[in-house]
């Protein structure tokens, strides 16, 4: 495989990371309860972007993992256009579902502008660790990278997005709450699944007959180009 290239494995990963990402803002404009437990319903989709980014970057390594994150955030901002558009344009008189369109639509920009900033923090730092660990592990303890990847990334991606996103429509102790249960369910939500995860780890080397270090590279996240 060129050094430039992108393969088929990466670039169904690449789409099925951006419909994650894209769903998960749409989901995050509903809060759920489950028992005395409350969570978005974005809580769904968003941690499967976060496993695809740590196969990314074990598998293809940072520079893969900067361009899909990248390509991420470039759909939603697309998302986003469409979305206004849609909603800047006359209803018909006899539809009865623009309060209810609105609704849900309306909340977008600001859930999405949230999401974006909250996104690329933890997304890199998710990759950012993913990388830095393996090299310093020569590749060993997959599992313990991934989860601690995924803990990092997670918990910068909740403390961004909470505050933005729900800031002064609910009290204070809930969205404190809330981001405490957000990490830790997703966290947990990778570790049930790491099993997984392994497996497709171990097969998309094989398929792809590559196992990236990152050595000397850049980090400098603006370098999209490099991949």
């Known amino acids: 495989m060129k050094k430039n290239s992108v ?8 789409i099925v990371f951006c419909v994650c990402l894209i769903a998960s803002n749409l989901l995050e404009t509903k809060i759920i309860q489950i028992g005395s437990f409350t969570i978005t319903a974005g809580f769904l989709v968003f941690p499967v972007s976060y496993i695809i980014n740590d196969c990314i970057a074990e598998v293809w390594g940072f520079r893969k993992a900067r361009l899909i994150i990248w390509l991420g955030f470039a759909m939603n901002f697309a998302m986003i256009a ?3 558009l849609a909603l800047a344009l006359p209803a018909a008189p006899f539809w009865e579902g623009e309060t209810a369109f609105r609704f849900v639509f309306g909340l977008a920009p600001r859930i999405a502008a949230a999401s974006l900033m909250a996104f690329l923090a933890g997304s890199f730092l998710n990759a950012y660790v993913m990388s830095r660990m393996k090299l310093a592990s020569d590749g060993r303890n997959f599992s313990a990278r991934a989860i601690l990847s995924t803990l990092i990334g997670e918990s910068a991606d909740s403390l961004i997005f909470f505050p933005l996103a729900f800031g002064g429509l609910m009290p204070a102790h809930e969205l404190a709450k809330l981001m405490l249960i957000q990490v830790v369910a997703k966290t947990a939500y990778e570790i049930v699944v790491l099993p997984v995860t392994i ?3 171990d097969a998309l080397k094989k398929i792809e007959g590559v196992d990236i270090y990152d050595e000397d590279i850049s980090y400098n996240i603006l ?3 490099e991949i």
């Open 223 to 225: 370098k999209i180009r």
């Open 82 to 84: 469409l979305f206004q």
């Open 7 to 14: 393969s088929l494995s990466f670039m169904l990963l690449g």
């Open 199 to 201: 497996r497709v780890v």
